[in-house]
């Protein structure tokens, strides 16, 4: 059987991940399950930079199939900005990222948002890992205030064309639409092959 190890520590995407991928064939580990201490820096200024650097650091580590992202949230009225800055939003001394966003945006009336994944596949080579790239994106808008429990980072304010908040969506119907969702549709025929 195959392992497939999901290269983040972040509780949230891992959950998120087993979710999408249900159904595969082989195994899905986490570093903490194979004993895997990591730490990757992204320093670049794309997805697919910042991902790509995950899975072939993972990869090389663990010799195992690897699944990495870089995702972000682009916002019109901050110039499509965070980004790739997205999860350090506003720097270490801000503890509440969402909180920081509406407040930087509480008087925008354009609130066009879109939620952005980029997945490395990487495929252990003997000459060093080989990496594979799938996209997804969803569009929305940002809402002003918090709505829903569910999912987790900017969930409760990224607003669908239905009115409601990827928070509040049931996980089964947030992985139809989501970025990551997307993403990993269009990596699975791959990863079928890979670990099949």
């Not at 870089?70 to 997205?86: C, I, K, R």
């Not at 969402?98 to 000459?127: E, F, K, Q, W, Y």
Request: aromatic share 6%; with cysteine.
């Amino acid at each position: 059987m195959t392992d497939l190890l999901l290269a983040t520590t972040n509780r949230g995407k891992q959950r998120e991940f087993r979710g999408l991928l249900a159904g595969l064939p082989g195994r899905i580990v986490t570093p903490a399950e194979i004993g895997l201490e990591l730490e990757v820096d992204e320093p670049y200024h794309t997805y697919a930079e910042n991902a790509t650097t995950k899975a072939e650091s993972y990869c090389r580590a663990s010799g195992l199939l690897t699944l990495a992202d870089d995702s972000g949230l682009e916002v019109a009225a901050l110039d499509w900005a965070p980004g790739v800055d997205t999860a350090h939003y506003g720097g270490p001394q801000v503890t509440d990222k969402v909180a920081h966003l509406l407040a930087n945006t509480a008087d925008a009336s354009d609130r066009r948002a879109r939620m952005v994944c980029v997945l490395a596949i990487g495929i252990p080579d003997p000459a060093g890992p080989r990496v594979e790239l799938f996209r997804g994106e969803m569009d929305g808008t940002l809402a002003r205030q918090r709505s829903g429990d569910g999912g987790f980072g900017y969930d409760p304010v990224f607003l669908l064309p239905s009115g409601v908040t990827t928070a509040q969506l049931p996980e089964a119907e947030k992985n139809l639409v989501s970025h990551r969702g997307r993403a990993v549709a269009a990596a699975r025929p791959r990863l079928v092959e890979l670990l099949g």
